[in-house]
């Protein structure tokens, strides 16, 4: 069940637009620093919108990746993965036999570092597979593959044009879906056995109040801290790795002959 990730260099003004509007993982885009203001303005727009980083650099540099006068002054790395469907991920979860479907879903999770450590944890975890939006957030890159240890090419992924309809999908194949939020009860004191989703949020924004709408159930964690403090809330990907964990935890002492256990340290 792996998948394997290569990168190309995609160059030239109509290619780059195509590849930032298409279902492509996209790492880095190379604006070259002679590019008009006003085009350089509407592929950081198309950037953006794809998950990707934006880098000016010297026009000779382009020249030597692309050839001289081939690059229109535009440039991108481009991750090549294989993602699912959100059905295939629970016919994958199926065909594993380690008890019910258990699945990340990032809702909006832009920083790449961040949802390669999502994906290293969720892997680790048992998760079945993780489901991401087209649009607006990080997609399956050369640098989530680096953060999440080679997780990502070895863990389904869905790449949804919607995350709430992923949510109402997954319901009707009864997954119970929580998503990981500050107003709900502390996660060790829910049931997080069974055939579970777990949704966390933005980086800052948090889930959107949509998509928590649609969830079954709200997790939190307890801090030390009071909030106000400035440091007040857990980053996304350390989030979702505790509870992660508490719903493995949970899982294996529910089915422990379904889920045999290695020890990291």
Do not use: W
Request: hydrophobic letters at 45%; aromatic letters at 6%.
């Amino acid at each position: 069940m792996q998948q394997t990730i290569e990168t190309e260099i995609i160059y030239g003004k109509n290619a780059v637009t195509e590849l930032l509007k298409s279902e492509t993982g996209v790492d880095t885009v190379l604006l070259a620093d002679t590019l008009d203001a006003k085009v350089a303005g509407y592929f950081t727009a198309l950037a953006k919108n794809a998950g990707a980083v934006v880098k000016t650099t010297r026009t000779e540099k382009l020249n030597n990746l692309c050839g001289e006068g081939k690059h229109q002054g535009v440039a991108a790395f481009a991750a090549q993965i294989t993602y699912y469907s959100l059905e295939e991920l629970l016919q994958k979860a199926a065909e594993q036999n380690t008890g019910p479907p258990f699945i990340l879903l990032a809702d909006g999770v832009e920083d790449p570092h961040n949802l390669g450590a999502l994906m290293r944890t969720a892997f680790l975890c048992g998760a079945h597979g993780v489901v991401i939006p087209k649009r607006g957030a990080a997609a399956v890159t050369p640098v989530v593959l680096k953060a999440s240890a080679g997780a990502a090419a070895r863990l389904p992924v869905a790449r949804v044009a919607n995350i709430g309809e992923a949510i109402r999908r997954l319901k009707q194949q009864n997954v119970f879906i929580y998503c990981a939020d500050m107003d709900g009860p502390p996660a060790f004191k829910q049931n997080l056995t069974g055939a579970i989703g777990l949704v966390v949020g933005a980086e800052g924004k948090g889930v959107s109040p949509l998509v928590k709408k649609l969830c079954d159930g709200v997790v939190s964690l307890p801090m030390a801290v009071q909030q106000g403090s400035g440091v007040d809330s857990f980053n996304v990907s350390v989030a979702g790795g505790i509870v992660l964990y508490e719903i493995y935890r949970q899982r294996q002492e529910a089915a422990p002959e379904n889920q045999p256990q290695n020890t990291a340290f």
